[in-house]
């Protein structure tokens, strides 16, 4: 059952007066033509990027520091600082008993979930929500049940939103960038505006899908035997041939148009 949100139409706004589940933030004022759906833009050089390697496999993930800066910022510097690295998995959970390949992967402290991970603030850390970012596959969450965010986070696996579901959040308002966006991607609508998104996983879905699918649900009290070797923050750098391709399409439009001079990209490596 989709969460409802109370909300009526002006003009081209949507007002929520709905509170994000026990996060205690409220949207009030949410104008559609202001939403950006920041996880399908493409990603540009000089971001930031996490590599975690696990024993399982590899996977990389953006983050979004202008929704989440707080969020974005302890992630970092705790990774940064050696933190993550040789932790193990908290836990499974697997959201459909009759469909492996439904549920999500718990992780950040290395200790059962229900315990504290780190923060690098003396002060509580709220969720910091954001009606751009969305629990499609491959989001990754902060994982705060007491509403209080620290170093644990959970990454949400592949998941069809069926017809049912899309009717159900069309009935309640949702903008229809989050319609579309569900319906080609999948994930848990029901969760959008409830969930303090801060990143997305950007390569290596099939590796947090197959940890999902392989291993069983794990006991709260209890952590599984997957291990992050490490994890690192790098800047992302787009390819050679990205730039090659770019540095074309630069040559035609100036070809199209005599006067203007040609500019010629080089790899940072370069």
């Given at each position: 059952?989709?969460?409802?949100?109370?909300?009526?139409?002006?003009?081209?706004?949507?007002?929520?007066?709905?509170?994000?589940?026990?996060?205690?933030?409220?949207?009030?004022?949410?104008d559609q033509d202001k939403i950006v759906l920041l996880q399908t833009e493409d990603m540009v050089s000089g971001e930031d990027i996490a590599v975690v390697e696990t024993s399982e496999g590899v996977f990389k993930m953006r983050f979004f520091p202008s929704e989440a800066p707080k969020t974005v910022e302890n992630f970092i510097e705790l990774a940064e600082s050696g933190y993550f690295d040789g932790q193990m998995i908290s836990r499974i959970e697997k959201i459909d008993q009759e469909d492996r390949t439904k549920g999500r992967i718990v992780a950040g402290s290395g200790k059962p979930v229900a315990e504290e991970g780190?923060?690098?603030?003396?002060?509580?850390?709220?969720?910091?929500?954001?009606?751009?970012?969305?629990?499609?596959?491959g989001a990754v969450v902060s994982y705060a049940p007491d509403g209080v965010v620290d170093s644990r986070f959970f990454i949400v696996g592949s998941r069809k939103v069926y017809q049912e579901e899309l009717d159900e959040i069309r009935e309640n308002n949702y903008p229809k960038q989050m319609v579309d966006l569900f319906e080609k991607e999948g994930g848990y609508p029901?969760?959008?505006?409830?969930?303090?998104?801060?990143?997305?996983?950007?390569?290596?879905?099939?590796?947090?899908?197959?940890?999902?699918?392989e291993n069983p649900s794990t006991p709260e009290e209890e952590i599984t035997d997957i291990e992050i070797v490490s994890v690192n923050i790098e800047k992302?750098?787009?390819?050679?041939?990205?730039?090659?391709?770019?540095?074309?399409?630069?040559?035609?439009?100036a070809d199209n148009q005599e006067a203007k001079p040609v500019l010629s990209y080089q790899s940072s490596g370069n």
């Open positions: 059952m989709i969460k409802s949100l109370s909300c009526m139409m002006m003009g081209a706004c949507l007002m929520f007066s709905m509170t994000a589940c026990s996060l205690g933030q409220s949207i009030e004022v949410l780190k923060c690098i603030f003396e002060e509580k850390l709220e969720p910091e929500i954001s009606y751009n970012l969305a629990t499609i596959p029901e969760e959008w505006l409830h969930q303090s998104v801060f990143a997305q996983v950007v390569e290596g879905m099939d590796v947090i899908d197959r940890i999902i699918r992302y750098q787009e390819s050679v041939q990205e730039q090659s391709e770019e540095g074309m399409e630069l040559q035609t439009s």
